[in-house]
């Protein structure tokens, strides 16, 4: 499924959209690429001892309109991606373009790009207005057009009752939106994330997804958003993409990035998955049977070819795995070792043979499902259309 | 709860107990501070003896003595310039070095701020190496090196730049050079600790809002560091404008500041009055820096 990269929703009179699709910056074609990033390499200390290689012969395209994750483990070289895309570091090799045009030598400030950092990097001796001026008196606006627009901005990020108050006086979230409004008040054909909201709480953190997420459609700006937090990347993204050692393993609708992993990296850094390793019994076309050590067959479909007697790992999510205590459509015998309460789910840990799976089910005996004990011995099930197959 | 304070004995009541860990610190201020200012003060209002020491007689006449001259045979007033003129002479110096030592120690402070932890205790160590020696021995060395026949001079001569050596010592400009060689770490210093703390994160944010190096620069960077700015300028401002050895020894005791002034009224002179009121206008000079600075402060403040 295609999401929202056309997105529904009619622009809200005298929201931003409409004074930049009045203004020099028209909404552009939804399919039109907002930028690119072709061959990219970035070496750190290129040439010394302590040369290491953040991102290697990188390739991807954000398209207009969209907001768009880089997700990884720490050190996998989003922020480095982030980083190359503002013009604070420069490309090893390679090109980088934004709505065509080729920036890769640009410096920050002659891109049409605003970026929100990480600590957010507020300047402390100014009023929250003059920080969100700020970008707007650099580009030589007219006075009247920046406190206009600078209102404009209070009011998007709900701020006018502070506008006069200094960063240090200010809550986490309160900076946090100051930050966002400085950052979109030049109007960017970009807008970047780094790692915003990792300095909230965690209700805080829910609160302000939503808001980035409808700040993003009412702007109709670019977003690229940096985070680590899977959960974040899946609820707010139009498309993600899962970076692994300065390499793109994946890129897709979150429910692509969580239902059809393309890796194991993937399957096991996005949500929780089980593992298992498999060999190919019989393989025909899109479907696959395949042989776990402990399990009868099972059957899975594939995209991929796949050659008879071939290891493959297969990711399972827990939630899908089904236990019973009678036998019905069960693969594999498991014991129960360990039982976790989450409140909206309990989380079984099993052992079959050589393989440790998690399980996990619903609260209130949904489909039929019953409750078990450490000690218990389970009949194992996969729900169809569970199983995928990895190339190990 | 608080943690426990520090105390020497459990049995003191703990109020005793803190004022007793104050009397240090307030018995030297009162030796060292109240007490020479209050004489200072006090004679400043008394009569000159005439071989040095004060009589007991109350006399404004060191204060008038600043602005006017009493013709001996009339005893009128005289409107006199000269010792206005030291007293303008060594504002001018010390702002002078202030502001050429805040112009060195920006680049500088800059530089070791954004080195390597092992890169940056060097060179601070280097700065502090000068002050190991003595001022003064520092200040004579100072003055061969800038003396008609000292190595600058020589150098510039042999290189054939010049045929006269340059008038590099006893003069204005020798008395700058020396107060911006004597205070220049109490600008580095601050200044450095002030780099230390800037977050660098703010330069990258400038840039992302379209401001030009230049800009960043006095829009942002000088603004977040201006206590460390005003720190090292007091630093370096208070002790030149009353400086002693510098004027002494490089000007030649020919371009007075007003140090040297109340030296002089102290020893050859023998007017203690008349230097002890000096010293009262330096003291308020000071005095009134320091409250401009407060209320600057305090204003900005109150714009937060």
Not at chain 2, 37 to 56: K, Q
Request: glycine share 8%; with cysteine; charged share 20%.
């Amino acid at each position: 499924m295609q999401r929202a990269v056309i997105h529904p929703h009619p622009i809200p009179p005298g929201s931003i959209s409409q004074t930049m699709a009045a203004g020099q910056n028209p909404v552009p074609h939804p399919h039109t690429v907002a930028t690119e990033v072709r061959n990219l390499c970035k070496i750190y200390n290129a040439g010394t001892s302590r040369a290491h290689e953040a991102l290697k012969d990188f390739n991807l395209a954000i398209r207009a309109n969209e907001f768009f994750t880089l997700l990884g483990p720490s050190g996998c070289g989003k922020t480095t991606l982030l980083r190359i895309l503002g013009g604070f570091e420069p490309l090893t090799s390679g090109i980088c373009r934004i709505f065509g045009d080729d920036v890769s030598v640009l410096p920050p400030e002659a891109r049409p790009v605003n970026t929100v950092f990480q600590q957010y990097a507020l300047f402390p001796h100014m009023t929250v207005r003059s920080n969100i001026a700020f970008g707007l008196e650099m580009l030589g606006k007219p006075r009247a057009e920046i406190e206009r627009t600078v209102e404009k901005m209070l009011d998007l990020v709900h701020m006018t009752e502070y506008a006069d108050r200094k960063p240090d006086t200010m809550s986490g979230g309160q900076r946090q939106r100051v930050a966002l409004a400085r950052a979109l008040a030049p109007q960017p054909k970009l807008l970047l994330l780094d790692e915003p909201l990792s300095a909230l709480d965690l209700k805080l953190r829910q609160k302000m997804r939503l808001e980035l997420k409808s700040l993003q459609r009412e702007t109709g700006i670019t977003f690229v958003f940096v985070t680590h937090d899977q959960e974040e990347a899946l609820a707010m993204s139009d498309r993600v993409a899962v970076i692994s050692n300065g390499c793109l393993q994946q890129v897709g609708t979150p429910e692509d990035i969580y239902e059809q992993p393309q890796s194991r990296f993937v399957a096991d850094f996005i949500g929780e998955s089980n593992l298992i390793d498999a060999r190919v019994a019989r393989f025909s076309g899109c479907e696959a049977i395949l042989d776990i050590a402990g399990f009868d067959q099972v059957h899975a479909d594939v995209a991929q070819d796949l050659a008879h007697g071939q290891p493959v790992s297969l990711s399972i999510r827990p939630e899908r795995l089904v236990l019973s205590a009678g036998e019905g459509e069960g693969r594999g015998l498991a014991t129960v070792f360990d039982r976790t309460y989450l409140g909206n789910a309990v989380e079984y840990h099993l052992r079959a043979g050589d393989h440790a799976l998690t399980a996990r089910s619903p609260r209130g005996g949904l489909r039929g499902r019953q409750d078990f004990a450490p000690g218990d011995t389970v009949h194992i099930a996969f729900e169809p259309g569970s199983i995928k197959v990895l190339l190990s | 709860m608080s943690a426990r304070p520090l105390a020497l004995s459990s049995r003191i009541p703990p109020g005793l107990a803190r004022a007793g860990l104050l009397w240090p610190s307030l018995a030297i201020i009162l030796l060292f501070m109240v007490a020479p200012i209050g004489i200072m003060f006090t004679y400043s209002f008394l009569t000159a003896a005439p071989y040095g020491g004060v009589e007991w007689t109350f006399s404004g006449a060191a204060y008038t003595e600043i602005l006017f001259e009493r013709d001996f045979l009339d005893d009128s007033l005289a409107f006199t310039p000269d010792y206005l003129i030291i007293v303008a002479r060594s504002v001018f110096q010390a702002a002078i070095a202030t502001v050429l030592c805040l112009l060195i120690s920006v680049p500088t402070a800059y530089y070791i701020a954004t080195r390597s932890d092992r890169a940056k205790n060097i060179w601070l160590f280097l700065i502090t190496i000068p002050y190991w020696v003595n001022l003064l021995i520092r200040t004579i060395a100072l003055l061969f090196v800038l003396r008609g026949d000292g190595p600058v001079n020589s150098a510039l001569i042999d290189l054939g730049l010049i045929s006269q050596p340059l008038p590099l010592s006893y003069n204005g400009f020798a008395i700058s050079l020396g107060l911006i060689y004597s205070f220049l770490p109490f600008m580095v210093l601050p200044l450095y600790s002030a780099f230390e703390r800037f977050d660098f994160r703010l330069l990258d944010a400038a840039y992302d809002l379209y401001a030009s190096r230049r800009v960043a620069f006095f829009r942002i960077v000088l603004p977040v560091m201006r206590p460390g700015l005003i720190a090292g300028s007091l630093l370096v401002f208070i002790p030149s404008i009353g400086s002693y050895l510098a004027p002494d020894i490089l000007g030649g005791g020919k371009t007075l500041m007003i140090g040297n002034l109340i030296g002089t009224q102290f020893q050859a002179a023998r007017n203690w009055p008349f230097g002890a009121a000096l010293s009262m206008i330096l003291l308020t000079i000071t005095l009134i820096v320091l409250l401009w600075l407060a209320r600057r402060a305090a204003r900005q403040q109150q714009l937060n």
